[in-house]
Every structure is written in structure tokens, then in C-alpha cells.
């Protein structure tokens, strides 16, 4: 008990702590600074692994792959090969739809009845292997026909009979059998000028025909590259050529191939390209005087050129008699060209020119017939002509068309 009167304040406790034990309230309780540091450390950790395992389960959660649902695939039961007496238990029919579906020519081969032709024939149209295995010459000549024309290659119509295999090369090759025309024949059949390989003629016939004026651009020559573009535009482009030789010679060629014979009178008459022009026109109508457009002095050649290119004599006659040199020259060509001796009987006004023109007609000239030796109008020559005919047409039955016996005989006598 506290004395009375005296403040608490006063009183000394220390020396009562020593006996009896005064709980006094503390207000803060202390602790060292390491392990202060500590407790942070660990608090910190603590925070750490707490916020990775949130966010761990928030992946799975949110992001991890769901499992899928097992399916159950059926897989048939194949049976196994049963192998008795060293076969399959696939049967012909089985192998026949095998080689089918599988297109292999060679399982073909391990059918044994007759289901195997079935089996080529099924295949022939897309292997050759199998067409060439048919047994049905009907059904192999049409496939081999089939792949040569698709391959174009005509070697597989050697497969066929002769008769047959001509059939073929022409449908694998339409051009195969056209020698002469050949490259104009690819040419036009691929439509492409490039197969006449520069050849002017194929180029100017391909132009013309296709419409295709860029053909015209392969000829090598200036001139005829013109003439080929005035034919296929049927308009003179000859007029840009920058010389009048080249413009003559380009318009003579638009004039023929176009065939119209106006056109040659826009060619110089003094050239040898009007010769040329009225000549071709001559001898399309068979009429000489055709010639008559050409200046005079040119119009001698113009009528040999016809008489020579038509057969007809009448182009040599109607040379004037005032120009006899180019009148005798062409009746000597011309008895030279057709072996007709019979044309030499024109110069018989100068019989030197008829000996040289019989001479050209008669000796060593393969086209000499006996038909041509009659009315020669010279006993000599007359001899001579059926001599020769008799040699030429290994005949000597011919010696005896002469009514002269002796002539008759020489001509056997002179038979080799």
C-alpha cells in the first residue's frame, strides 16, 4: 500500500525490482539489424515463388493444350496370302484389275487364261508395249496408228503389214510421202514459216497462202522479199525498192503470181523482165502477139521464150524476116529442145542453117521419135533420122517405115 500523500512519481521502484518482480508494458520490441535483413530476404523469397506458382497455374489454365479425344481407327482385316501349290489367292480376275489399276504391262503377263488379252487390251491406248501385244490385228493396227500419230513417230508403223503401215506414216506424218514440197508441208501443217528453213519458194508459197506477210521477211533477197509482201497483200509494194531494176524485177514477179498481165505494162519494155512477163501470159492464152507489148527490139526474145516454153512453133515464125539470126536461133532451139527435126524444114531458104538445125535435132539427141522423121524434104537426113529413132527406141522394126529399100537397109545395117 502506498503511504498517503505521497505521489507515485516519488517513489523509487528500483530497489523493489530486486524483491518482487514489476511487469512494466514495453512499447516496441527490439531486434538486430542482421536479422531485420534476414526476414526481408526471406519475405521477398517467400512473394517470389508465391506469384510464379499463380501464374504457373494460371498457364496451364488458360493456355495448356486440352487433350484430344482418342479415335479409334477401323482397320479392315486383310486376309493373308494363302499360299497353296505356289499360288496366290488372287485369282486372274483379281490380277486383271491389279494390272489395271497398277497400268503395269509386265502384270499382264502373270494372267493365265485369256483374261491376259483382256488385260493389254484394257492398256493398249496408253502403252505401246501392250498394243504391240495384241493378238487382234484389227484392234493393234488401230493403237499403233493411235501412239505413232501421237508421238509422230512413223518408225512405229513398221510394226503393221506393208500395206497398212503406208496408211500409218501418213496419219503419224502427212508430209512424210511429199518430198519435193516437204518443208512447205510442215510448214503449213504446224503453221510455222520457220520450217521452210529459207527456202524462198516455200516462204512465198507459205505467205501466200497463210496470209502471213511476216513469211516474206526470211527471203534473203530484197526484191523478192517485196514482191512476196505485193502478192500477199495483193498491192504493189515494189514502188519503195530504190533501184528500177529491182522495181521491174519485183513487179514481174507480182504480175505472175498474181496472174494478172496488166501489171507488166508498168515494167520498163526494154527489159528483160517485160520479156519475161508477156512472155508467161502468152503462153497462158497460147497467143504469140502477147509478145507485141514488148518494145521491138526485145519482142524476138519474147517469142522465142514462147515458142521454147510452149511447144509452139509459131512463136519462131512470128519473129520478123527482118531479124534472121533470132529467127533461125529459135527454129534450132527448138528443133533442138523437142527433137523434132521436122521444124528445121523453115530455113530451107538456107540450107547451111536447116543442115545445123537437122544436125541438133537428129544426132545425139534422146528425144528424137520416129514420128518426127518423116517429109524432112532431104534424103540424107531422112536416112539418118530413122537410123537414129530405130537405136533410140531399140526398135529396128522402124527401119522399114522408109519406102526406099537401100535406106531401109542402111538403117539395119547402122541398128546397134
Given amino acids: 500500500m502506498l503511504a498517503k500523500g505521497i505521489p507515485a512519481d516519488d517513489i523509487n521502484f528500483d530497489f523493489l525490482s530486486k524483491i518482487i518482480p514489476i511487469n512494466v508494458e514495453k512499447r516496441y520490441k527490439y531486434t538486430a539489424p542482421e536479422k531485420k535483413q534476414k526476414r526481408k530476404v526471406y519475405l521477398a523469397l517467400g512473394a517470389f515463388f508465391i506469384i510464379l506458382i499463380i501464374a504457373v497455374a494460371i498457364f496451364f489454365l488458360f493456355f495448356a493444350k486440352k487433350p484430344e479425344h482418342k479415335i479409334d481407327i477401323f482397320v479392315p482385316d486383310i486376309p493373308k496370302q494363302n499360299l497353296s501349290n505356289n499360288s496366290m489367292l488372287c485369282d486372274d480376275s483379281c490380277q486383271l484389275q491389279s494390272a489395271i489399276k497398277s497400268k503395269v504391262v509386265s502384270n499382264c503377263e502373270k494372267i493365265n487364261n485369256s483374261k491376259k488379252q483382256d488385260c493389254f487390251e484394257a492398256l493398249a491406248i496408253e502403252s505401246i508395249d501392250a498394243c504391240l501385244k495384241l493378238d487382234n490385228y484389227s484392234q493393234k493396227k488401230n493403237c499403233v496408228e493411235l501412239h505413232a500419230t501421237k508421238n509422230e513417230d512413223v518408225r512405229l508403223c513398221d510394226n503393221l503389214d506393208p500395206n497398212d503401215a503406208i496408211g500409218c506414216i501418213e496419219k503419224a506424218d502427212p508430209c512424210y510421202y511429199k518430198t519435193d514440197e516437204k518443208q512447205l508441208c510442215k510448214a503449213l501443217l504446224k503453221n510455222n514459216y520457220s520450217f521452210c528453213e529459207k527456202d524462198e519458194q516455200c516462204l512465198f508459197t507459205f505467205a501466200q497462202k497463210t496470209k502471213n506477210v511476216n513469211a516474206c521477211s526470211d527471203i534473203d533477197t530484197v526484191y523478192k522479199q517485196s514482191a512476196c509482201a505485193s502478192v500477199t497483200l495483193r498491192k504493189d509494194q515494189c514502188i519503195s525498192l530504190p533501184k528500177l531494176d529491182e522495181v521491174d524485177a519485183c ?166
Fill in 251 to 416: 513487179r514481174e514477179i507480182y504480175s505472175i503470181e498474181t496472174n494478172q498481165s496488166d501489171e507488166c505494162g508498168f515494167i520498163r519494155s526494154d527489159t528483160v523482165y517485160a520479156v519475161n512477163c508477156y512472155a508467161y501470159f502468152a503462153e497462158r492464152d497460147m497467143n504469140p502477139s502477147v509478145c507485141d507489148g514488148v518494145e521491138i527490139l526485145k519482142r524476138w526474145d519474147c517469142y522465142k521464150k514462147y515458142a521454147l516454153e510452149s511447144g509452139d512453133i509459131q512463136g519462131c515464125i512470128q519473129i520478123d524476116k527482118y531479124a534472121p539470126i533470132s529467127k533461125e536461133h529459135c527454129i534450132i532451139d527448138f528443133g533442138k529442145l523437142y527433137g523434132n527435126p521436122q521444124v528445121c524444114t523453115y530455113l530451107d531458104f538456107d540450107p547451111g542453117s536447116r543442115d545445123v538445125c537437122f544436125r541438133a535435132a537428129i544426132q545425139d539427141n534422146s528425144r528424137l521419135r520416129h514420128e518426127k522423121c518423116a517429109n524432112l524434104n532431104s534424103d540424107e537426113w531422112n536416112v539418118r533420122c530413122y537410123t537414129n529413132a530405130a537405136i533410140l527406141e531399140r526398135n529396128i522394126s522402124i527401119c522399114d517405115l522408109q519406102e526406099n529399100k537401100v535406106d531401109a537397109d542402111f538403117c539395119k545395117t547402122n541398128y546397134k
